[in-house]
T-cell receptor, first 110, second 115 residues
């Protein structure tokens, strides 16, 4: 079993739709959580960190449930440019290694 | 800052040959990571360094793989001998020390094909 598991996708949605991605992690010692975005044939880049109380950045909202070891990402009013693979990431020591989920592919259609 | 720099961007080699991948992290970043990405397995952490010292190499698949970080500005990942199943994109990433929510910055990757 992978340490970080995600919905495999792909998610195909129309422009303007709201889409949610889920992620579970198995290591209860995980301390830090992130969502990274990876465009086709490019390197992963940080989309947003995930704070314990949940956080929002424009159209993007991230939530963390430590009790259930569950992380989510909500994208509202999706744009064509949101098409990418979204990677759920955990880290269980300060500044240490990042554990990536398999990624969820999102395709936003006109 | 130029970001994390990897070379070469693409490498095609024959089975059995030695392959060396190179990485220059962002100045001031004390953590350096080597990842491998394939369609089947996603992003896998191979090894990471802190202050040039290898901390966790449990992801290194076999003895054919080795990594070094002789100084704060340079790291190599070597595969000897290479095999077709080593074909993947290899990413190097670096991160600032001591801050749990610090972003990891990735290089553009080396796309390795072993034929």
């Amino acid at each position: 079993r992978k340490e970080v598991e995600q919905d495999p996708g792909p998610f195909n949605v129309p422009e303007g739709a709201t889409v949610a991605f889920n992620c579970t992690y198995s290591n209860s010692a995980s301390q830090s959580f992130f969502w990274y975005r990876q465009d086709c044939r490019k390197e992963p880049k940080l989309l947003m960190s995930v704070y314990s109380s949940g956080n929002e950045d424009g159209r993007f909202t991230a939530q963390l449930n430590r009790a259930s070891q569950y992380i989510s990402l909500l994208i509202r009013d999706s744009k064509l440019s949101d098409s990418a693979t979204y990677l759920c990431v955990t880290s269980y020591n300060q500044g240490g290694k990042l554990i990536f989920g398999q990624g969820t592919e999102l395709s936003v259609k006109p | 800052d130029a970001g994390v720099i990897q070379s070469p961007r693409h490498e095609v080699t024959e089975m059995g040959q030695e392959v060396t991948l190179r990485c220059k992290p962002i100045s001031g970043h004390d953590y350096l990571f080597w990842y491998r990405q394939t369609m089947m397995r996603g992003l896998e952490l191979l090894i990471y360094f802190n202050n040039n010292v290898p901390i966790d190499d449990s992801g290194m698949p076999e003895d054919r793989f080795s990594a070094k970080m002789p100084n704060a500005s340079f790291s190599t990942l070597k595969i000897q001998p290479s095999e077709p199943r080593d074909s993947a994109v290899y990413f190097c990433a670096s991160r600032k020390p001591g801050v749990g929510l610090a972003e990891a910055f990735f290089g553009q990757g080396t796309r390795l094909t072993v034929v």
